[in-house]
């Protein structure tokens, strides 16, 4: 699989042992930012790892801050991503299996570097489950759609 990744400066030590996870586990990594602990807007990083996803030029994404919460809201501003905070098992394993997220969001200053290996590794292998929930991704994806101006 071909992750994207990006973090602020809260998440950049989690994003960097993340990158090596994915590696040892055969993925390609792109690293899209930042490239130190040193403070750092967060949204165009994730706006760009939703891109990647968005166009195709990677499978998921990920992106990592202090709580997740702010960096979870940018890539969801791209059209085609769906974004998940998941700083617990349950969350990344419905966030895969109802709503077919595509990028996950975690808080560095929430889960320990265990808890995010148990996160990420649940959120990469749990599949989509389709059905019903497909239904619903289709009405979420429908919101993206150009709001008509009322007359």
Known sequence: MHVAIGSDHAGYRLKEHLK???AAGGHTVAD????????VDYPPIC???????????????????GSGQGEQISANKVAGVRASLCNDLYTARYARLHNDANVLSMGARVVGVGLAEE???????TPFEGGRHQRRV????????PVEEEL
Do not use: C, F, H
């Not at 899209?32 to 403070?39: F, I, K």
């Not at 996160?119 to 292998?125: E, K, N, R, Y």
């Open 20 to 22: 090596d996870v994915l």
């Open 138 to 145: 289709d009405q979420i994806t429908a919101l993206e759609a």
């Open 119 to 125: 996160i990420l590794a649940v959120w990469l292998t």
């Open 47 to 65: 706006a760009a790892v939703g891109r990647e996803v968005a166009a195709g030029r990677a499978d998921r994404g990920i992106v990592l801050g």
């Open 32 to 39: 899209l930012g930042t490239d130190s602990d040193e403070p």
